[in-house]
């Protein structure tokens, strides 16, 4: 079984960095990585689509829902994890969703990502 092609889209470098890090560990050869969704959708009509986008909600300077709009209707993500620190409310409504922005949602991390949720998030994904 091959481990999905992922995108790591977080404006932070360093959480970035230990993101990609954490994929890697847990098997993920193919990361993609960008720090706003410019230079990710730049990276994905260079390098191909991705089958998950892992996007932070925190980033003030960073829109993640007009990037997964715009992933979406490109067919360019097939996927998406949202990483972030949400209001319960919010994270429980978002944790009922099958679906955001027409892409499946597989599921909401909070900070800090442990690997346990990140394996358990990926286990979702059908290759």
């Known amino acids: 079984m091959a481990f999905p092609r992922v995108l790591v ?8 960095s230990v993101l990609v890090r954490m994929l890697q560990r847990i ?14 959708m730049l990276q994905m009509h260079l390098l191909g689509k991705v089958d998950v986008v892992f996007c932070d909600l925190g980033d003030r300077g960073l829109d993640c ?3 997964l709009n715009r992933a ?15 209001q319960p409310e919010l994270q429980r409504t978002l944790g009922q969703k099958s679906s955001l922005a027409g892409l499946r949602l597989l ?13 358990r998030v990926l286990h979702g994904f059908t290759y």
């Open 27 to 40: 098997g993920a050869r193919d990361v993609l990585q960008a720090s706003d969704g410019e230079n990710a």
């Open 72 to 86: 979406s209707q490109s067919s360019l993500v097939g996927s998406v994890v949202l990483c972030g620190e949400l």
């Open 107 to 119: 599921g909401v991390l909070s900070h800090p990502i442990q690997l346990r949720a990140l394996h």
């Open 9 to 16: 889209l977080e404006n932070q470098g360093f959480a970035r």
């Open 65 to 67: 829902f007009e990037f």
